[in-house]
């Protein structure tokens, strides 16, 4: 296997995992903001929601190697780096490790779209 394809091996290893971890963190967010019961809560819920839907399906379709999975990884930058924006205004461990784990998911997300 060529250097390449092994760093793209890699490269695609490290995009799911943080997928996966955003999904897990949007979907607690999400949780965490309905159980608040906050009117002001109500983007970052539609966010953490979306954010969970779209980085577990990004992941699903890596994982088969979808050709349109480059794509999909721009989509998915761009909504994990709004998540992140609007989970930033909270306090509070929840909303700070999602906005975290969006960031972190965003730039993973940005490489594979540049792949």
């Not at 799911?16 to 967010?29: M, R, V, W």
């Not at 966010?47 to 577990?56: G, K, P, W, Y």
């Amino acid at each position: 296997m060529a250097l390449t394809e092994l760093q793209m091996g890699s490269e695609i290893e490290s995009c799911l995992d943080n997928c996966f971890e955003a999904s897990q963190a949007a979907e607690k967010c999400a949780n965490h903001c309905i159980e608040m019961g906050e009117a002001d809560r109500s983007r970052c819920i539609e966010l953490c929601q979306d954010v969970a839907d779209l980085t577990s399906l990004h992941a699903r379709m890596m994982a088969r190697d979808s050709e349109y999975h480059n794509e999909m990884a721009a989509v998915c930058a761009d909504l994990c780096e709004t998540c992140a924006d609007e989970c930033e205004q909270f306090d509070g461990p929840i909303p700070q490790t999602c906005a975290q784990a969006c960031r972190t998911c965003a730039a993973s997300c940005r490489q594979m779209a540049g792949a």
